[in-house]
């Protein structure tokens, strides 16, 4: 995901709100005032110093235990909201991270993504050989549903490329059948 300012997917992380602890006094806002902030409003805030930042939920202890017992059981699309962006709200709260935290969470992104990677590939190819078959459909759809936007459009990718790769073998393979005879 890029930080394009036309990317919906950009749009929807930014909409993500963290938990701020504020410094000082700001109208309206008491010092040691913990609220959630939107992450396009929190930008300024954290760079501005009046408040400090509180790592979200989907990046804590919990969540990185999990992950790193075994990081395909991780529902990451339970984790956030607004199409489960989990991979892009990450990036964006290691942008205002200084930069040992940022390179922990760097490796808890990087560690996820590697692990559940192999997994996504395999099932998008096990589900584009079974064809239509209901169930076959229902299967792909619970199994898409926990994953993360980026690890969904990746899923799409490789369930087509293994359905053509099938329908050129298939075809191919006609071909070469008529040709011998």
């Known amino acids: 995901m890029d930080n394009d300012y036309f990317s919906i997917d950009a749009i929807l992380a930014e909409n993500q709100k963290i938990q701020c602890t ?22 300024i805030i954290l760079l501005s110093e009046w408040a400090d930042l509180t790592i979200p939920a989907p990046f804590g202890p919990r969540v990185r235990n999990a992950l790193k017992a075994d990081p395909r059981s991780v529902r990451l699309s339970a984790l956030v909201g607004a199409g489960g ?80 790769t099938k329908r050129w073998y298939e075809n191919h393979d006609r071909t070469r059948q008529r040709t011998r005879r």
Do not use: C
């Open 22 to 43: 504020f410094k000082v006094d700001v109208p309206e806002i008491k010092a040691l005032a913990k609220l959630p902030i939107p992450m396009w409003l929190a930008y």
């Open 85 to 164: 962006l989990w991979y892009g709200f990450g990036k964006m709260i290691m942008d205002i991270l200084d930069d040992d935290q940022a390179n922990i969470m760097s490796d808890v992104l990087t560690k996820a993504f590697r692990g559940r990677l192999t997994e996504v590939i395999d099932q998008a190819q096990h589900f584009a050989t079974l064809g239509v078959a209901g169930s076959a459909i229902d299967a792909a759809q619970s199994f898409r549903e926990g994953l993360d936007g980026t690890e969904r459009e990746l899923f799409a990718l490789a369930q087509e490329s293994s359905k053509r």
